[in-house]
């Protein structure tokens, strides 16, 4: 397949041009030179990839195109949209032969080429010796497995309703819990394998009812170094690997699955805890995994917050906690799991040894988004330590009521609730932000409105008074930089992501302003404090010489350009060279810097006092209705 031949759509072209989708709309109705498609539907048209980027050049709007995004174009385009993973997995087979015998396919001509393919291309797929020398190519100046990895990663994206990829950091915790580290780990339900590539495994089993997902998380695997086998197939009603006992089994079943097998599963051996009820699939795969793994190891699954509590699956709860079975309930953050938009919760269980004592405690966690809490907590109750707060250890004869209920907010107060012995504190920090509130505000009086004359800041960056820089698209997520995230910018807190220390990355220094790309969207914009951080995705880096322009006039000037901006739906997408300010001498710009910054603390401070607020009324109920708390 030719370079000529790759075709892009509306979505593609937004993430090439790095505009919302809704600008591409916009560009084929105000520009007649804007290509025409040369394929797809009505409602979704394809263009032709190399006529996009000579229009965008043409309208200087041109970003260069990754090599990994052009490959990842061209293997879109060599099939439809069902078989596009066997096109991926496909492609990743290629690079595992170019990372095995690199160089070798140089030299070689077409029917040589196709030739020497490690295996036949799939049904559907178009591969020819353009396309297989573009994957060898990518391969060879990004590393196979970088490369892999970023078509892997785009075919996640654009499927993302479907395969339902673990969050990276929640499988890190999945596998912390479970000790994972050097064992051999089993996954009945593994998608792409996300948790077995987290675990650190030395031996990785798998099992997928998608047969591409199964695929290309064998090929991770094989990436990765990691002995293993991934099957495709139905776990529960095919199991890949009967009799087989893993050291710790990890899994992010389907919630909500009515068609598990219930009918022809009835008298299945694994129901050990009680026959799972139709609609309490996750309660199957629970004594599945338990079925997979050794007397005293760990199995750590991902439940749906509902199956805490569900009537219909408190009998099989109640014999999990009679047995010893369940050791620990830990309530995520909402959308924690791709397959549900609640607040899901980890079920850590332990199966029961001959000759154990049933435990007599379980240990609750409200850790939210905060996924260290979650392993400090679980190390502290397995080694007898005191639990830290969000924590606590629940008697198991008082679970088993009627209900058998294991919503872990009925039982542990969160980190971010103080408790009936924490209110006179927070009532006293509340009372006293309150009482400086007052003091943050500038003095302003009403007065005509002012004709000032006025400049863009790409006018400004002409004259050498800013530099506007963006940051990357993409980052990794593994290491020890600090970066700021725009939900940094958003709370005025500070970094919180982490990154390694590659080219590419912008630094933040004392006195840079940031902005959000997308106005609106709620971050705002902020003069940094700090230095050492770099630049996380989404924002906007403006540096400023600080004896022509202050900065804090700067940052107030960008928060009310609003109207400066390119509407893009329901936000906007800020453009750093057409936002105004007011022509004024600097010793004028920093009074008026300081006001700006003296409205942002106040509205910093409002927030404080608003979510301090609601943690004060929230612990002054409970407190009261539980008798932790009396009027005086």
């Known amino acids: 397949m030719s370079r000529e031949d790759v075709t892009v759509n509306a979505a593609d072209i937004a993430r090439l041009a790095d505009v919302g989708r809704a600008a591409v709309s916009n560009w084929r109705k105000r520009f007649e030179d804007f290509p025409q498609p040369v394929g797809g539907t009505a409602s979704s048209p394809a ?3 190399a006529d996009i980027e000579a229009w965008l050049r043409r309208h200087g709007r041109y970003v260069e195109v990754a090599p990994v995004e052009r490959l990842w174009q061209r293997l879109r385009a060599s099939t439809d949209d069902i ?13 595992l032969s170019v990372r095995e015998d690199p160089g070798s396919w140089r030299d070689l001509g077409d029917d040589a080429l196709l030739g ?6 799939p049904d559907g797929v178009a591969v020819d010796a353009d396309l297989v020398r573009a994957i060898a190519e990518v391969g060879e100046a990004e590393g196979p497995a970088a490369a892999f990895r970023g078509i892997c990663d785009r075919y996640v994206e654009l499927h993302s309703r479907r395969l339902l990829a673990t969050p990276r950091p929640v499988a890190e915790l999945m596998a912390r819990l479970g000790g994972t580290a050097g064992a051999t780990v089993l996954d009945p339900a593994c998608g792409i394998g996300t948790l077995l590539l987290a675990s650190g495994a030395t031996r990785a089993l798998g099992q997928e009812l998608n047969e591409s997902a199964a695929r290309l998380a064998g090929i991770c695997l094989r990436f990765a170094d990691v002995a293993g086998v991934v099957t495709a197939g139905d776990s529960l009603r095919a ?3 009967p009799g087989e006992l893993a050291d710790v089994v990890v899994c992010n079943p389907p ?21 799972p009820p139709r609609g309490e699939s996750e309660l199957a795969w629970v004594q599945h995994c338990l079925s997979h793994v050794k007397p005293g190891g760990l199995v750590v699954i991902m439940m749906p917050g509902t199956a805490a509590a569900r009537r219909p699956g408190r009998r099989i709860r109640g014999n999990l906690l009679r047995a010893g079975a369940l050791r620990a309930v830990i309530t995520l953050s909402p959308g924690a799991a791709p397959a549900s938009s609640g607040a899901p919760d980890l079920w850590v269980l332990r199966r029961p040894a001959p000759g154990d004592s049933p435990p007599s405690d379980v240990l609750m966690v409200n850790a939210g988004e905060d996924l260290a809490l979650a392993g400090k907590a679980w190390q502290a109750f397995a080694e007898g330590d005191e639990l830290p707060p969000g924590s606590g250890s629940v008697r198991i004869i008082d679970l088993l009521d009627e209900e058998v209920d294991l919503t872990t907010g009925h039982r542990v107060v969160s980190p971010e609730q103080p408790g009936s012995a924490g209110y006179a504190a927070v009532r006293e920090r ?4 309150l009482r400086g509130l007052d003091a943050e505000l500038p003095r302003l009086v009403a007065g005509g409105r002012a004709e000032r004359p006025m400049t863009t800041l790409g006018e400004l960056a002409r004259a050498g008074v800013v530099a506007i820089t963006q940051g990357p698209l993409r980052m990794p997520d593994e290491g020890d930089l600090p970066v700021l995230t725009a939900k940094d910018l958003m709370l005025g807190r500070e970094p919180s992501g982490r990154t390694a220390d590659v080219a590419g990355q912008v630094r933040i220094e004392a006195g840079d302003v940031v902005a959000p790309l997308i106005a609106g969207s709620g971050p705002v914009p902020r003069v940094m404090t700090g230095s050492g ?4 995705a989404q924002l906007l880096l403006i540096r400023a010489d600080p004896e022509r322009l202050d900065p804090h006039f700067l940052a107030g000037c960008l928060r009310a350009a609003g109207g400066t901006s390119t509407r893009l739906g329901s936000s906007m997408r800020f453009d750093p060279r057409r936002a105004q300010l007011p022509r004024l001498a600097v010793e004028e710009q920093r009074r008026y810097g300081e006001a700006f910054r ?13 979510e301090m607020s609601e943690t004060l009324v929230a612990a002054g109920f409970d407190g009261l209705f539980d008798g932790t708390l009396r009027l005086e």
């Open 598 to 610: 003296r409205l942002l603390e106040f509205e910093d401070a409002m927030r404080s006092a608003r």
């Open 239 to 241: 199991d890949a690997f």
């Open 533 to 536: 951080a770099v630049l996380g």
């Open 47 to 49: 263009f032709s990839l």
């Open 255 to 275: 919630f909500n699955e009515r068609g598990w097998g219930y009918e022809e599963l009835t008298s299945d051996p694994r129901w050990e805890y009680g026959l």
């Open 116 to 121: 020497r393919l490690p295996e036949a291309p």
């Open 83 to 95: 078989r596009l993973g066997d096109a991926v997995a496909y492609a990743g087979t290629l690079l």
């Open 430 to 433: 509340t009372e006293a932000l």
